[in-house]
Nanobody
Framework: QVQLVESGGGLAQPGGSLRLSCAASRSGPSFVAMDWYRQAPGKQREMVASINSSGRTTYADSVKGRFTISRDNAKNTVYLQMSSLKAEDTAVYYC???????????WGQGTQVIVSS
């Protein structure tokens, strides 16, 4: 069973930066897409950023220009560089990946990001 393991969450000040990482626990399927979602208290989970196997990226409007998603296909790892953090970025961030062979999707356990002074 492939597991996604996230790291890099924590506490940051407004205007600060954090970098999240998400790696597959072992060699497994190639992921056609790897994404970051987040869920703030009392809110629905929302997609933050996505990157496909060709490197095409998509961002939520709320993070455009501040967050950058990237991936290392050889390592089945995805990163989220978060800059100019705001209090409203506080949430649990989840890694998500989609494979075609086999057709499945996977979720990480989540990593907490708190932006506060």
């Amino acid at each position: 069973q492939v597991q996604l393991v996230e790291s890099g969450g924590g506490l940051a000040q407004p205007g600060g930066s954090l970098r999240l990482s998400c790696a597959a626990s072992r060699s497994g399927p190639s992921f056609v897409a790897m994404d970051w979602y987040r869920q703030a208290p009392g809110k629905q989970r929302e997609m933050v950023a996505s990157i496909n196997s060709s490197g095409r990226t998509t961002y939520a409007d709320s993070v455009k220009g501040r967050f950058t998603i990237s991936r290392d296909n050889a390592k089945n790892t995805v990163y989220l560089q978060m800059s100019s953090l705001k209090a409203e970025d506080t949430a649990v961030y989840y890694c998500h990946a989609v494979s075609i062979q086999p057709p499945s999707d996977y979720w990480g356990q989540g990593t907490q990001v708190i932006v506060s002074s």
